[in-house]
């Protein structure tokens, strides 16, 4: 019943986000409206992490059968995709190399931050 319930948790704020984006028609998914409502709620505290924990670790530990649907999709439809084959691979490469670099250059700046709040910590200077 627990799952359940923290399932009902994140499934109301998906659905808040869907309705935030369909009232006030805005340029932005529904999805992330709800993950950025949920980011809100949680980084304030006034949904603790505890009241979603179970479900959402279960959630992202079986992340990858929620790219299924989508694969289909893709291999129902290649023929559209005719003719722009070259194209389709190129972003895919290019757009590839600009998330693992981004994503470097953040995971270089948080272990800089974090190595610097921790000396701080450590070594705290003295008035």
């Not at 409502?37 to 505890?50: C, G, H, Q, R």
């Not at 989508?70 to 084959?85: D, N, R, W």
């Not at 693992?100 to 800089?112: F, G, K, R, S």
């Amino acid at each position: 019943m627990k799952i359940f319930y923290q399932l009902c948790i994140i499934l109301l704020i998906a659905f808040v986000g869907e309705v935030v984006s369909g009232l006030l028609s805005l340029p932005i998914p529904g999805n992330i409206i709800g993950m950025v409502i949920l980011l809100v709620l949680l980084k304030t505290k006034v949904l603790p992490l505890k009241a979603i924990e179970t479900t959402a670790d279960f959630l992202l530990e079986n992340m990858t059968f929620f790219f299924i649907p989508v694969g289909v999709s893709i291999m129902a439809t290649y023929h559209y995709l005719e003719g722009y084959y070259i194209a389709g691979v190129s972003l895919i490469f290019i757009t590839t190399i600009i998330v693992m670099a981004i994503t470097a250059i953040l995971v270089e700046y948080m272990a800089a931050r974090k190595d610097r709040k921790c000396s701080y910590n450590d070594n705290p200077p003295k008035l």
